[in-house]
């Protein structure tokens, strides 16, 4: 056989494990145990490492939706819709109950939504960034993070980005184990109180029992400020004309 027909059939076993890993990520799995099992399913045996696809290409296959039937590119409905969708699946990401007693990450998503609610219940970036900031444990637990912006993509506003990405050095500020220039230019940042409100109430969010919110529940709460803010938007820009055309007479 050539090495260009070997390279070939390698590339082409590498493709279908990702598909078979962004599956098992769709329906909730780890991405780390994905790509193992994945290998196992497509390969019916061992595999070595480095022709196991990357993290980052079975991040890019589950967002690309390859699978018609679960792929999170095909979810219908509007964003909140394809929102909740992802955040469901993270019922099926167990925690240690040691550290996390309330349960699964999508009762610490819940639980951590609803303290956000109480505090700034108007602020739909801030509760969106709430719901979904955990979303990447159900892709890449080696990166979840980047996992769950990735994903996520036009979702969500460049601020709700920032809540996200900036909730880990928050915790850490929280925590007083920032260093100086962390710690200053987090401070210095307009959404800082915001992050830092997001990162307590992330630790808080760990009681068993809870009555927190339902998802549909957070979602229908998402779309009212959505509709509300769209609202405001729309009679701010009717009184701006109007001010234009009263100055033109």
């Keep these: 056989m050539s090495d ?22 769709a329906k909730g799995g780890d991405s780390t145990k994905s790509r193992f099992r994945a290998a196992r399913r497509v390969a ?9 696809p990357s993290h ?15 792929g999170l590119a095909h979810l219908a409905g509007d964003r909140f819709d394809r929102i909740a ?3 469901r ?6 925690q240690d109950p040691l550290k996390h007693p ?13 303290r956000v609610h109480e505090e700034r219940p108007f602020d739909e970036e801030l509760l969106t960034a709430a719901l979904v900031h955990d979303v990447g444990r159900a892709i890449d637990r080696t990166n979840p993070v980047a996992s769950c912006v990735s994903v996520l993509g036009d979702l969500i506003t460049e601020r709700t980005r920032w809540l996200v990405e900036s909730l880990e050095v928050a915790a850490a500020h929280g925590n007083h184990t920032l ?6 230019r987090l401070e210095s940042h307009p959404d800082f109180l915001d992050v830092l409100l997001l990162a307590e109430c992330d630790r808080k969010a760990c009681i068993r029992g809870y009555d927190a919110v339902s998802l549909d529940e957070a979602i229908a709460i998402l779309r009212r400020l959505a509709l509300e803010n769209d609202a405001d ?10 001010a234009d055309e009263a100055a033109d007479e």
Excluded: C, Y
């Design 179 to 184: 260093g100086a220039r962390a710690r200053q």
């Design 89 to 94: 699946v993270l019922e099926n990401v167990k």
């Design 102 to 114: 309330e349960g699964d990450v999508l009762e610490h998503t819940l639980q951590v939504f609803d």
């Design 85 to 87: 969708e992802l955040v």
């Design 56 to 70: 980052d290409e079975i991040r890019r296959e589950v967002t690309r939706g390859s699978d018609p039937a679960g």
């Design 4 to 25: 260009e027909l070997r390279d070939a059939g390698a590339d082409k076993l590498r493709q279908r494990i990702a598909e078979e890993a962004a599956r098992m990520v």
């Design 233 to 242: 938007e729309a009679a701010d820009e009717a009184a701006d004309e109007a």
């Design 44 to 52: 019916r045996g061992w595999v070595p490492e480095e022709q196991l």
